[in-house]
């Protein structure tokens, strides 16, 4: 069977929790899993969060979907981390090259908002899947609307998901 856990938020996941797992390093998306769309940069708590991880010895890298790479490598110098954008999750290519220093990839977890791309990208590689709630599912225009069609369309998967252990 497929590891996919679910959590409210990045921060409700304790290092302890990838610990259990023998999880060494996090694939992480940005937009709506660690900052909405509409901002720069994380919040200090996700600063916090990513301090944790490493005082834990678990690495952190950012692998994208978005096709410009000035936001990945923003939050990438902010967070002090690796990235990856343009990954077109869930082929498994760039996540391939991203940690190509693991080479059991059951020390892996991918960890986002959306099944359908940073959850398979998880199942893809045999790492954990790990998945968050989005933080936005608002805003202004059509595309609100696709992110809350997405969320539905997924709602199976993440009621299949086992619930993670909080901190």
Do not use: H
Not at 112 to 132: M, N, P, R, Y
Request: aromatic share 10%.
């Amino acid at each position: 069977m497929f590891n996919i856990y679910k959590f409210r938020s990045v921060t409700d996941i304790a290092p302890a929790f990838f610990q259990k797992l023998g999880v060494k390093c996090l694939l992480l998306d940005i937009d709506n899993t660690i900052m909405p769309y509409s901002v720069p940069l994380p919040a200090a708590d996700i600063s916090t969060w990513v301090q944790n991880l490493r005082t834990a010895g678990i690495e952190l890298r950012i692998l994208s979907n978005a096709k410009s790479e000035t936001r990945a490598r923003k939050v990438s110098e902010y967070l002090g981390v690796p990235y990856s954008y343009g990954s077109k999750k869930p082929r498994t290519k760039a996540a391939l090259e991203l940690t190509r220093d693991f080479s059991d990839k059951k020390q892996l977890a991918a960890v986002g908002d959306q099944f359908f791309t940073d959850g398979l990208e998880g199942v893809f590689l045999g790492a954990v899947s790990v998945l968050v709630d989005p933080l936005e599912l608002s805003g202004q225009g059509i595309l609100p609307v696709f992110r809350r069609l997405r969320y539905y369309a997924e709602l199976p998967f993440r009621l299949l998901a086992k619930k993670g252990d909080k901190k």
